[in-house]
């Protein structure tokens, strides 16, 4: 078993920065790929950046490319997500998700095996 906390999230102007985290204890050699994920009220909860556990391979969708930067510290055993130029369309609960395997950025939910609670950010305009 995994277990996500994630912290970071609050209230902050457009054009402002958050950096979110996402903790990770227990079966820790089980995670291949770490995600991160969003939920805008009313709307489907949607993959934000993934990234391989071990070799940081990394990927965006389009939305928050050059914008977010997904990282690691496996020393600390907690993923990030760096978020710059944030605009009010990013408001949402923000996910962080381990999967065992090999996952795609489009995968989809079901293939990640653990999940945060997720924390809150809010862009005001």
């Known amino acids: 078993q995994v277990q996500l906390v994630e912290s970071g999230g609050g209230l902050v102007q457009a054009g402002g920065s958050l950096r979110l985290s996402c903790a990770a204890s227990?079966?820790?050699?089980?995670?291949?790929?770490m995600g991160w994920f969003r939920q805008a009220p009313g709307k489907e909860r949607e993959p934000v950046a993934r990234?391989?556990?071990?070799?940081?391979?990394?990927s965006y969708v389009d939305s928050v490319k050059d914008r977010f930067t997904i990282s690691r510290d496996n020393a600390k055993n907690t993923a990030y997500l760096q978020m710059n130029s944030l605009k009010p369309e990013d408001t949402a609960v923000y996910y962080c998700?381990?999967?065992?395997?090999?996952?795609?950025?489009?995968?989809?939910?079901?293939?990640?095996?653990?999940w945060g609670q997720g924390t809150q950010v809010t862009v005001s305009s």
């Open positions: 990234m391989s556990w071990s070799g940081g391979s990394t």
């Open positions: 998700a381990a999967s065992s395997k090999p996952v795609g950025l489009y995968a989809g939910l079901r293939f990640y095996d653990y």
């Open positions: 227990g079966s820790i050699f089980s995670i291949n790929f």
